[in-house]
């Protein structure tokens, strides 16, 4: 089974503005993305796709594998889905270019469950992890996600779900950014319309979801650290600082 890791990478970040090029301790955050996704060694190979001729510029400079789109889309799940025929693959996994702290367990679960599946009855796997508190769970940078008794999911929100009225913060999950697909399922994620639910809450898998294509979820209780804020980005410029000067 041959495994690609696709990284999207957009500049025009609405919340932090190109922070893809954004400087962690001497290396870009997409820099950082890409390293941290090869030396997990679990992908057959790693690419960057974008559109934007700086991060291009980075790339190169770096000689970092990319494919150069030019077109604009509703996600970045839909940038990797585009040019999911141009790739030998039989599982694309979508690696969020704002993820540089990859956690090599998690992505292994999700091959080995890909690789388990002999049937190919799972077409798109994704990962949650336990909210910890409050703060997290009413956070709208959060995505939460609700699941099945078959960790399936059910929904993905902002909102905290479910209702807090009854929540033990034990039972509530937020969404990890990883899509995997195999190729067929990619490519048919790239015929679909964007729905109602997915226009309200700004989160592509919701787009499966209204066309009743499953997304298996798995639990991980690692810590991801995703960089959203410039607090973010102050935390990640620690963490590589001090892992330098290991």
Do not use: C, W
């Not at 932090?16 to 820099?31: C, E, M, N, V």
């Not at 400079?61 to 509703?74: A, G, M, R």
């Not at 937020?174 to 790239?190: E, N, P, S």
């Not at 729905?195 to 639990?219: F, H, Q, T, V, W």
């Amino acid at each position: 089974m041959k495994i690609i890791a696709v990284i999207p990478a957009r500049l025009n970040s609405t919340r932090l503005p190109k922070k893809l090029l954004r400087d962690l301790h001497g290396k870009t955050l997409i820099r950082r993305t890409y390293e941290a996704s090869l030396d997990s060694k679990l992908f057959d190979d790693v690419l960057v796709v974008t559109n934007s001729n700086e991060i291009v510029n980075e790339l190169k400079s770096n000689q970092i594998n990319y494919l150069f789109d030019s077109n604009e889309y509703e996600s970045g799940t839909d940038r990797v889905a585009a040019i999911a025929s141009e790739i030998n693959a039989d599982v694309i996994i979508n690696i969020q270019g704002d993820e540089p702290f990859i956690n090599a367990n998690t992505i292994q679960s999700i091959i080995n469950l890909f690789s388990s599946d002999k049937e190919s009855e799972i077409g798109v796997v994704s990962v949650m992890t336990p909210i910890i508190n409050d703060e997290e769970l009413e956070n709208p940078n959060n995505v939460k996600v609700f699941t099945d008794s078959t960790n399936n999911a059910i929904y993905f929100s902002r909102y905290p779900i479910p209702f807090k009225g009854n929540i033990n913060t034990s039972k509530a999950y937020k969404h990890v950014g990883i899509y995997a697909f195999r190729k067929q399922f990619l490519m048919k994620f790239a015929e679909l319309e964007v729905g109602d639910m997915e226009s309200s809450e700004k989160i592509e898998a919701l787009r499966l979801i209204e066309n009743n294509i499953k997304i298996k979820m798995i639990k991980s209780d690692e810590i991801f650290i995703g960089i959203d804020t410039e607090e973010d980005i102050q935390k990640a410029i620690k963490f590589f600082s001090e892992k330098s000067n290991l």
